[in-house]
Structure formats: structure tokens, C-alpha cells
């Protein structure tokens, strides 16, 4: 998981606005090469902070004018450095950002993958994982409610008092079976 990895963010057709995440060590590098460097005084992309740039491919062709945010590690989703480029919509301008970002090293992101960083970097549990898969998936207002409270550590917490509970049953039990003969006040 040392690797940088680069996905189209947003539902695949053509949309007003499509989203580019890269993740990873190198997410910060990529982005400094396809973007504008004029954009940024010193080098420094700025955290959590929406700036419009210019899109470069290898070649140095515009591809496009971009939304770009910056999310250094450990506070972003996958807790690693996170970029964001919110380009136009359609296929193609979001193919091209997707193919200079792996031309400048990052590769393809498999399906979860990022939801998988988050989870083995610590920023959600397997619950929230699994909520996020179904939440995706979603097919009525119910499920999707249901969904987002696991999201929100829901049933989490209900798994940890669940578990709590049960601990001090059997720690009860298992005195009451080795000082069974003694008072052992209620």
C-alpha cells in the first residue's frame, strides 16, 4: 500500500462534473506535474483549500480547468495525502486526467480501494466499510437511512455494548462457578 492509485470518483457518463482522487505518498508529486505551476506561490499546495487551475497531459496540452483540493495525511478519508481534481464532466477530459495521472506514476485503483486504505490506515472500522460498499448500492430511502446511521458508528457501538454486556456476564458466571460455596454479596 505504498504505492500511489488514481480513480474516477464520480458515476461513469456524461455529468457537469467529474472527480479525480489520487491517494498516496506520491498523490501530492502527480498533482504538482498536472497542474498549472503558476497556481501555487512557492510550489505549496495549500490543505483543504478549493483552487482553480489548469490541467496538464505529458505533452503539456491543456486538458482542462480544475477545481484541485489537497487533503495531507493523516486527515483525509484513506489518511494518507489525498488530491482532488474536480474537472468537467464526460468521459473524455476524465480519462485524460486519469491517464497523465498514471503516466506520471500512479496506478489504476481497484474497486473498495480506497475504502480499504482507510480502513488498514485506521480511519474507519469494518462496519463503516461494509456501510459505505452497501450505501453505494442503495436501492430505497430506507436502506440508505439505515446505511448512513451504520456510517455514522451506529452499529458499532452497538456491537461494543453488546460485547461489554456479555464479558460481564460471563465474568459473573465464571465466579459464581469457582466461589460457588462462599457469600458473594448480589
Not at 452499529?155 to 466461589?179: G, P, T
Request: aromatic share 6%; glycine share 6%; with cysteine.
Amino acid at each position: 500500500m505504498h504505492d500511489t492509485i488514481v480513480a474516477i470518483a464520480t458515476a461513469h457518463g456524461v455529468s457537469s462534473i467529474s472527480i479525480i482522487r489520487l491517494s498516496g505518498k506520491d498523490a501530492l508529486r502527480i498533482a504538482r506535474k498536472i497542474s498549472s505551476p503558476k497556481t501555487f506561490s512557492n510550489g505549496i499546495i495549500p490543505p483543504r483549500e478549493a483552487i482553480l487551475t489548469s490541467l496538464y497531459n505529458t505533452e503539456e496540452e491543456l486538458i482542462d480547468q480544475a477545481i484541485l483540493i489537497y487533503f495531507a495525511a493523516p486527515k483525509s478519508f484513506t489518511g494518507e495525502d489525498v488530491v482532488e481534481f474536480q474537472c468537467h464532466g464526460g468521459i473524455v477530459v476524465a480519462q485524460e486526467v486519469l491517464d497523465t495521472s498514471t503516466a506520471f506514476g500512479a496506478r489504476l485503483a481497484e474497486p473498495g480501494e480506497f475504502s480499504k486504505r482507510a480502513f488498514f490506515n485506521g480511519k474507519i472500522d469494518l462496519t463503516k466499510a461494509e456501510a459505505t460498499a452497501k450505501l453505494i448500492e442503495a436501492k430505497s430511502v430506507d436502506a440508505a437511512k439505515i446505511l448512513a446511521r451504520q456510517l455514522k458508528g451506529e452499529l458499532k457501538n452497538f456491537v461494543d455494548e453488546s460485547r461489554d454486556a456479555l464479558l460481564k456476564a460471563l465474568a459473573y458466571s465464571e465466579v459464581m462457578i469457582d466461589y460457588a460455596e462462599e457469600d458473594i454479596p448480589d
